[in-house]
């Protein structure tokens, strides 16, 4: 009788082997992050984080300190930082939302106990915030808008009465008067987070990354990232521009709105995969599957769009971009594959790697000499 079989092989071109890899492997797996985030200051102050870590370079990523580390506590993950400064920003996930005044020396927890119009009786979880200045804030939550004038210790809220009861994720307030929420739906505000409605003309789409900057311009990209959508007029009107990005094999990590008509997209080329089904038996054929064009191994790209179109930079040495950010024109920072930050002075051309805190740390330790035990004698 015989019997079916099936081999599957995988062909995999490594990176390393393509190219000589800008980010060091870091072996021990207890020390290992991939950084979501990070923010610099042009004094040199930054912060990088993970959902478990937050680091703090006083000196341009010279030195670091640990300023949190879930492992070591019994709070949740971060799920996210908002700067306002150097010296103040707030983090979300610790088990609410908290605020530092001080670079990270210490944290206040502020006032989560909002009133759920809907629910009397429930609090209310933040699903998003965005600060204008110390005290001035605002938040979003479900079918509500928040907004604070004291730092976020006590809140007011309203109904935003989204169109055919759809949900917003996040907000971001340009200016006192002026802002948006965004998720399943894009609305605006010009009354200072009272009233909210849908853009004019071509809003952006469901879910989409939306970043913005004072002057009112905002770029919002798709997911995955085909398309990126405009707008110059605080989201009254959005206009919509193909980003040459590949759908499905190039994913996007981070965007950022450097300046008007000036954004950044950042991500990776995923490896084309190699790939032969072989069947023996009866009814099983033969089956060979191939990628349409060669075999191109992980690598790190970076769209820039001028205002007119997008440009586009890859980095063969660098595998993945996981997050970026823009000082100046110039002065460039980012993460990059296993506890990965660079630094780059030229407009992110070219990149240089700086170590952080945990690669600092495995410098630092001394290494195991091997146990070599004597031969015995015959």
């Not at 030195?63 to 492992?71: D, K, Q, S, V, Y």
């Not at 169109?163 to 894009?186: C, D, H, I, W």
Request: hydrophobic share 35%; aromatic share 10%; charged share 20%.
């Amino acid at each position: 009788m015989k019997t079916a079989s099936w081999v599957v092989t995988l062909t995999i071109l490594s990176a390393s082997a393509a190219c000589a890899q800008l980010v060091p492997p870091l072996r021990d797996s207890l020390l290992q992050h991939w950084y979501h985030q990070v923010y610099f200051a042009p004094s040199g102050v930054g912060y990088a984080a993970d959902h478990e870590v937050l680091i703090r370079t006083l000196d341009s990523g010279h030195t670091w300190t640990e300023i949190a580390n879930l492992r070591h506590t019994r709070l949740s993950s971060i799920n996210r930082l908002a700067f306002l400064n150097e010296s103040t920003f707030w983090i979300d996930g610790w088990g609410g939302l908290f605020r530092t005044t001080d670079r990270g020396q210490t944290f206040s927890k502020l006032g989560d106990e909002v009133r759920n119009l809907s629910y009397p009786g429930r609090s209310l979880d933040f699903v998003g915030f965005s600060f204008i200045d110390v005290n001035r804030g605002w938040a979003v939550a479900h079918n509500q808008w928040l907004r604070t004038t004291d730092g976020g210790q006590s809140w007011t809220t309203g109904y935003m009465f989204l169109p055919k009861s759809r949900a917003v994720t996040n907000v971001v307030m340009l200016n006192a008067e002026r802002g948006l929420a965004f998720g399943e739906v894009t609305v605006r505000t010009t009354d200072g987070g009272t009233g909210w409605r849908a853009p004019v003309d071509r809003p952006p789409p469901t879910n989409a990354e939306v970043r913005c900057i004072p002057p009112g311009f905002c770029v919002a990209v798709e997911r995955p990232p085909r398309a990126a959508h405009f707008t110059t007029d605080y989201g009254a009107t959005w206009r919509r521009t193909e980003t040459g990005i590949a759908s499905k094999k190039e994913p996007m990590a981070d965007v950022q709105a450097i300046g008007v008509n000036d954004a950044v997209i950042v991500g990776h080329r995923e490896l084309r995969e190699y790939v032969v089904h072989e069947g023996r038996g009866p009814g099983l054929p033969t089956v060979t599957t191939r990628p349409s064009g060669p075999i191109v191994p992980d690598h790190a790209y970076l769209q820039r769009w001028d205002g007119t179109q997008w440009r586009r930079t890859e980095y063969p040495e660098i595998e993945t971009f996981w997050a970026i950010h823009f000082v100046t024109a110039t002065d460039v920072w980012a993460s990059a594959d296993t506890n990965g930050l660079l630094h780059s002075t030229d407009g992110a051309q070219t990149w240089t790697f700086v170590p952080d805190y945990y690669r600092q740390i495995a410098a630092l330790t001394p290494t195991m000499r091997p146990l070599v035990l004597p031969t015995p004698t015959p």
